[in-house]
T-cell receptor, first 112, second 111 residues
Framework: SQQGEEDPQALSIQEGENATMNCSYK?????LQWYRQNSGRGLVHLIL?????REKHSGRLRVTLDTSKKSSSLLITASRAADTASYFC????????????FGSGTQLTVLP | DAGVIQSPRHEVTEMGQEVTLRCKLI?????LFWYRQTMMRGLELLIY????????DSGMPEDRFSAKMPNASFSTLKIQPSEPRDSAVYFC?????????FGPGTRLTVL
């Protein structure tokens, strides 16, 4: 089964609203990453948070990590139509070099 | 830097034919990952290399699939013989530290 599972599977919001996506995982991790995939394209790395960090910001992105609950959230503030994409969380496990396990993704649609 | 380069971008072939997908890593990256993405199964890791050495190929679905990394900047994924269920988008990604950089993918259709 997938290490990371995103919730919700699909999210539709109006431009300007905030979008929150959640990720749950099962085993101990070294880091958790979020990626974006536009239709027909490859995945693009957005942000990485390490297991000893609780929150990280990058522009309009805010990521939190709760290792006790084995969960993470990605918040996109002031969303834009261009944010429409699929968002994946990926977990890196200690001792597994740089191998990542990806979740099934959240499809975000931002309506203009 | 041009990023990870994959070729071809699209491939349509008939069942039983050999298919070779190619990937050029970002200069200086020393890890290479091959993934397959389908609607049904999502993104699956097939195999990854570190410093040209295959580390984990447990995701390779069958003996019909093989991957090589003849040098530090190039890799191939071969399917022989191809089957309709191999139809998917195949991505390679390279890495230097913890995050991965994906190529644009090869959309493979096996008729």
């Amino acid at each position: 089964s997938q290490q990371g599972e995103e919730d919700p599977q699909a999210l539709s919001i109006q431009e300007g609203e905030n979008a929150t996506m959640n990720c749950s995982y099962k085993t101990s991790i070294n880091n958790l990453q979020w990626y974006r995939q536009n239709s027909g394209r490859g995945l693009v790395h957005l942000i990485l948070i390490r297991s000893n960090e609780r929150e990280k910001h990058s522009g309009r992105l805010r990521v939190t990590l709760d290792t006790s609950k084995k969960s993470s959230s990605l918040l996109i503030t002031a969303s834009r139509a261009a944010d429409t994409a699929s968002y994946f969380c990926a977990t890196g496990i200690s001792g597994s070099a740089r191998q990542l396990t990806f979740g099934s993704g959240t499809q975000l649609t931002v309506l203009p | 830097d041009a990023g990870v380069i994959q070729s071809p971008r699209h491939e349509v072939t008939e069942m039983g034919q050999e298919v070779t997908l190619r990937c050029k890593l970002i200069s200086g990256h020393n890890s290479l990952f091959w993934y397959r993405q389908t609607m049904m199964r999502g993104l699956e890791l097939l195999i990854y290399f570190n410093n040209n050495v295959p580390i984990d190929d447990s995701g390779m679905p069958e003996d019909r699939f093989s991957a090589k990394m003849p040098n530090a900047s190039f890799s191939t994924l071969k399917i022989q013989p191809s089957e309709p269920r191999d139809s998917a988008v195949y991505f390679c990604a390279s890495s230097f530290q913890d995050s991965q950089y994906f190529g644009p993918g090869t959309r493979l259709t096996v008729l």
